[in-house]
Structure formats: structure tokens, C-alpha cells
T-cell receptor, first 117, second 112 residues
Framework: DTGVSQNPRHKITKRGQNVTFRCDPI?????LYWYRQTLGQGPEFLTY????????KSRLLSDRFSAERPKGSFSTLEIQRTEQGDSAMYLC???????????????FGPGTRLTVL | TQLLEQSPQFLSIQEGENLTVYCNSS?????LQWYRQEPGEGPVLLVT?????EVKKLKRLTFQFGDARKDSSLHITAAQPGDTGLYLC????????????FGAGTQVVVTP
């Protein structure tokens, strides 16, 4: 399967612990996105990368959150000192966009469900 | 920031019935995407509409983009249990290079 993969699929942690999620995009996709989705809501944008460069971060991404995409391939999202409010589904998506005038087609992974106790 | 509103929030119907869900924006948008999301999975793109008044069909699903490009609808004919899911609309924010803004979604349940 060559779709977007995310690991782990589920993570349960205690408040105050650090967690790290991984996203492997579709190969050759130059853009990678992280979204967060809570129950009953649509996904909310967190950040995105074009190749290895992080181009935009949402104000939802507090200083406890950090994302990297070394070498422009896989990406990691780390949450430090987790809080109960961080409990959500964290979704990764990737796309290849040759030009601004073409609508972006983002392919989503299955997500990582985080539960902070 | 554009606001996307979806209605209804929840829809429960019997197999074979038709249904329509709506997506409305506070301002004009250049394109809009419809996704379906099943429990425990990420959203899957169904269609992208770009032109005002555009109608696209995907088997039993019909997508319409309003003439004023501020609203869209998804109509499902003869719904089947496999159509059950969360239907999300999303637009690309202006000058964002791909940042999607999603509506809250319509949860559709089709019972046999």
C-alpha cells in the first residue's frame, strides 16, 4: 500500500508526558500537512511543510508542539508536557502541487488518536 | 477568515431513501472539496468543484456548486448502508498554498 501511513494509530499517555507521532507521506509528494480533529468537528489545520521547509503554523500550535520533516520525507509531530485538552485525532496529509492555479488534492492518513489521562 | 457551515449536523435515513447535505460559506471561494470520513480513518476526497454552477456526479452522489460560489450541496440517491459516514466540505484558504478549512461535517447514518 502506497498511501499515507501514520504511527502509532493509538496513543494513551498521562498528563505531563511527551509524545511523538510519525507520518510517512506518499512518496514524491512535496507537501505535508498536519491537522487535529476533535469529536464532532472537522479537521483543523496545524502546520505544513513544502519539502523540508515548515511554511506555516497555526496559532493552535502552542510552543509545546513541534513538527519536523527532515530531508523532506517523513514527518514527526511532538507534543511536550501533554494536557487533557490535547486529546484528539492527529491527521497527516500529503500532496503534490505543481502550481498555485491547480486545486490541491490532499491524501489523508488514518490518523493517530491521542488520549491524555 | 471564511466560515464554513454544514447542515444538517446529523441525518439518519433508511436504505433506499434520498438525502441532501449542504455547505455554506460566509464569502466566495475559488474551489470546494467534499470528503467522506469513516470512524477511525482519515477523510477521503470525493470531489473538487471549481466552477460556479458546476454539477459533478459520482455514481449515486451528485455534487453541486452554487452559481455565486458561496454554497455547495451533496445529494445521495437511493442511499445504502455503505454511504454511512461523516461528510465534510473544505475550502482552500486564499493565498494559503493548500491550507484547508473544514466544516464541522454532517454525520449520515443509513440503516438497512
Amino acid at each position: 500500500d502506497t498511501g499515507v501511513s501514520q504511527n502509532p494509530r493509538h496513543k494513551i499517555t498521562k498528563r505531563g508526558q511527551n509524545v511523538t507521532f510519525r507520518c510517512d507521506p506518499i512518496s514524491e509528494h512535496n507537501r505535508l500537512y498536519w491537522y487535529r480533529q476533535t469529536l464532532g468537528q472537522g479537521p483543523e489545520f496545524l502546520t505544513y511543510f513544502q519539502n523540508e521547509a515548515q511554511l506555516e503554523k497555526s496559532r493552535l500550535l502552542s510552543d509545546r508542539f513541534s513538527a519536523e520533516r527532515p530531508k523532506g520525507s517523513f514527518s514527526t509531530l511532538e507534543i511536550q508536557r501533554t494536557e487533557q485538552g490535547d486529546s484528539a485525532m492527529y491527521l497527516c496529509a500529503s500532496s503534490f502541487r505543481p502550481g498555485r492555479d491547480i486545486p490541491d488534492t490532499q491524501y489523508f492518513g488514518p490518523g493517530t488518536r491521542l488520549t491524555v489521562l | 477568515t471564511q466560515l464554513l457551515e454544514q447542515s444538517p449536523q446529523f441525518l439518519s435515513i433508511q436504505e433506499g431513501e434520498n438525502l441532501t447535505v449542504y455547505c455554506n460559506s460566509s464569502s466566495v471561494f475559488s474551489s470546494l472539496q467534499w470528503y467522506r470520513q469513516e470512524p477511525g480513518e482519515g477523510p477521503v476526497l470525493l470531489v473538487t468543484v471549481v466552477t460556479g454552477g458546476e454539477v459533478k456526479k459520482l455514481k449515486r452522489l451528485t455534487f453541486q456548486f452554487g452559481d455565486a460560489r458561496k454554497d455547495s450541496s451533496l445529494h445521495i440517491t437511493a442511499a445504502q448502508p455503505g454511504d454511512t459516514g461523516l461528510y465534510l466540505c473544505a475550502l482552500e484558504e486564499t493565498d494559503s498554498w493548500g491550507k484547508l478549512q473544514f466544516g464541522a461535517g454532517t454525520q449520515v447514518v443509513v440503516t438497512p
